[in-house]
């Protein structure tokens, strides 16, 4: 399986910003689909995930502004990230995890918010 991420960028305090990942590969194994982000000095947290029938789960400290969604048709998953804050300022990684519980992960896309 491999990912490929993008929509990284810079942007301003409260705007928005919406990142793709679309796998290629063994897609038929795909179950799980998410989001993790490592800011400089820190470890890396998952930020939002999503199962191959929809069901998501968000960090707290995204909940109510980030929405992460899923095409199965396209293999992509989406993270559209609003009321962005500097503290969201980290590189963003797709991972991706089978049915056999194998894991997977995409380039960084660094997303930066300036204040």
């Known amino acids: 399986v491999q990912l490929q991420a993008s929509g990284g960028g810079l942007v301003q305090a409260g705007g928005s910003l919406r990142l793709s990942c679309a796998a290629s590969?063994?897609?038929?194994?795909?179950?799980?689909m998410g989001w993790y982000r490592q800011a400089p000095g820190k470890q890396r947290d998952l930020v939002a995930a999503?199962?191959?029938?929809?069901?998501?789960n968000y960090a707290d400290s995204v909940k109510g502004r980030f929405t992460i969604s899923r095409d199965n048709a396209k293999n992509t998953v989406y993270l559209q990230m609003n009321s962005l804050k500097p503290e969201d300022t980290a590189v963003y990684y797709c991972?991706?995890?089978?049915?056999?519980?194998?894991?997977?992960w995409g380039q960084g896309t660094l997303v930066t918010v300036s204040s």
């Open positions: 991972a991706a995890t089978t049915y056999t519980r194998d894991s997977y």
């Open positions: 999503i199962t191959r029938g929809g069901s998501t």
């Open positions: 590969g063994s897609i038929f194994s795909l179950n799980v």
